[in-house]
């Protein structure tokens, strides 16, 4: 029987806008902003991010701590289950029935006892895996919505995330992970403080 939960791991969706040219990853500096024969690349580093970025922290204590929860509580029926499977089969053994119709009974009670555990698993694990997806679809979302303001002036034709070796080499002057990451946290900062403002409002009304 599976007992331990394990939490899906976070995706960041790079933002990516390119032409037809190959973006190289070369000494060369950056290609001017009014230089057309150029393309002009950036990346983010996604472990960076992750663990920078507030609103990322704060969503992954979440995850982790329902994780954990879940993975008590299915721990802990379990260890019922198999209590109730342990002492039926030393009654069993023990001759302990009174009655042929009282042992099937008490195996019968111990088969749903079983079932309900793996029902309560798959719905702790589809909870986990809807939560999961929710925090991506709100990181992706912060991430591209941000970019595009970003973009606005820094003129970016390709912005890649870089995690491990996806991207076997890059310099480091195209890196705007920093850029991203003092952004993000900038405007998610903010947010709260506009939602207290709007409660305020309303319980003035």
Known sequence: MKKNMFLAAVAVVALA?????SPKMDEQPVA??????GMKIAYVEVDSLMTQYEFCKEFTLTLQKKSNNARNTLNQKG????????????KLQNNGFTSREQAESQQAAIQRQQQSLQELQAR????????TAKYNDA????LMNFLNAYNKDKKYDLILTKQGDNILYAAKRFDITNDVING???RYKKAPAAKKEEEKKDEKK
């Open 32 to 37: 001017a902003d009014n230089n057309n024969s």
């Open 124 to 131: 702790l694990e589809n909870e986990l895996a809807q939560e």
């Open 184 to 186: 993000l946290n900038k």
């Open 139 to 142: 990181l992706r979302d912060s």
């Open 17 to 21: 806008s390119c032409n037809n040219a």
């Open 79 to 90: 260890q019922q289950l198999q209590s109730a499977a342990a002492n039926f089969q030393q």
